[in-house]
């Protein structure tokens, strides 16, 4: 089923992305192209855009911030 209510977005531009998550547009770059942050590319040609999708963001960040110091070093 698909949702009805807009009024909160399913997904962040890159500039909303960062200023939620507390980082800077180029943190966010970085974790982009790495891997570390989920996110969709949409669009073709030149109108690319990258998308980071509210309820991933929601999980990554629970799920890195149960992390312990023990598992960061390790990895």
Request: positive net charge; charged residues 25%.
């Amino acid at each position: 089923m698909i949702p009805t209510d807009f009024s909160s977005p399913l997904a962040l531009r890159p500039r909303e992305a960062a200023r939620v998550l507390g980082v800077s547009t180029r943190t966010l770059w970085t974790w982009t192209k790495n891997g570390h942050v989920p996110h969709v590319r949409v669009g073709g040609g030149k109108r690319k855009t990258t998308l980071y999708p509210v309820a991933e963001l929601r999980a990554w960040l629970a799920r890195n911030a149960s992390r312990r110091p023990a598992e960061e070093a390790s990895q």
